[in-house]
T-cell receptor, first 116, second 119 residues
Framework: DSGVTQTPKHLITATGQRVTLRCSPR?????VYWYQQSLDQGLQFLIH???????AKGNILERFSAQQFPDLHSELNLSSLELGDSALYFC???????????????FGNGTRLTVT | AQKITQTQPGMFVQEKEAVTLDCTYDTSDPSYGLFWYKQPSSGEMIFLIYQGSYDQQNATEGRYSLNFQKARKSANLVISASQLGDSAMYFC????????????????FGKGTLLTVNP
């Protein structure tokens, strides 16, 4: 068990809809990362939050947004969903890399999103 | 350009034998870290081993070791005494600016290698 909790495990929704994925990082971790995993694109970095602040954006669509709350949990919001958004979405957390550059990312079990 | 290249889409190994999974990387940053993750069919991502660019020795963690060849920019994962439970997808990943005090420490992943351990 990585200590990172993601909910829900599975989500099935229709095109055009909006969903929210939730992530609770490991106790003490201030950094939260979101990744999308699909068969054709592999593991793609979406966004990084550190202690409530956005630190970096990757290949995140404008239809997607995220935030990290004061209690450090994070939510990824996906709107105007398309068939191509079907993927496994991972949240990961890490210790402060400024202190430990070798801090691995600890991944949650992912949310499997299916858009029909 | 691909920063992490895993050239073996699939590999087969007999139980109890050793196997090497290849990973090459591309970076101009002198301070970086390399990570290997395992993803079983159940889907979770499991951290296996880490190698820093300034580390003098190759990393080892139990049956996992990293064959780090800095000049060739390769960081191959060696699994000794393969077990059936080692069957999974394996990902190589890199973090740049490890010692530089930057603000984003994302990992960039390769496409992965699917390892199958045969009994």
């Amino acid at each position: 068990d990585s200590g990172v909790t993601q909910t829900p495990k599975h989500l099935i929704t229709a095109t055009g809809q909006r969903v929210t994925l939730r992530c609770s990082p490991r106790s003490g971790d201030l950094s939260v990362y979101w990744y999308q995993q699909s068969l054709d694109q592999g593991l793609q970095f979406l966004i990084h939050y550190y202690n409530g602040e956005e630190r970096a954006k990757g290949n995140i669509l404008e239809r997607f947004s995220a935030q990290q709350f004061p209690d450090l949990h994070s939510e990824l919001n996906l709107s105007s969903l398309e068939l191509g958004d079907s993927a496994l979405y991972f949240c990961a957390s890490s210790a402060n890399p400024r202190d430990r550059g070798n801090s691995p990312l600890h991944f949650g079990n992912g949310t499997r999103l299916t858009v029909t | 350009a691909q920063k992490i290249t895993q050239t073996q889409p699939g590999m087969f190994v007999q139980e109890k034998e050793a196997v090497t999974l290849d990973c090459t990387y591309d970076t101009s940053d002198p301070s970086y870290g390399l990570f290997w993750y395992k993803q079983p069919s159940s889907g979770e991502m499991i951290f296996l081993i880490y190698q820093g660019s300034y580390d003098q020795q190759n990393a080892t963690e139990g049956r996992y070791s990293l064959n780090f060849q800095k000049a060739r920019k390769s960081a191959n994962l060696v699994i000794s005494a393969s077990q059936l439970g080692d069957s999974a997808m394996y990902f190589c990943a890199m973090r740049e600016g490890v010692y530089g005090g930057g603000s984003n420490y994302k990992l960039t992943f390769g496409k992965g290698t699917l390892l199958t351990v045969n009994p």
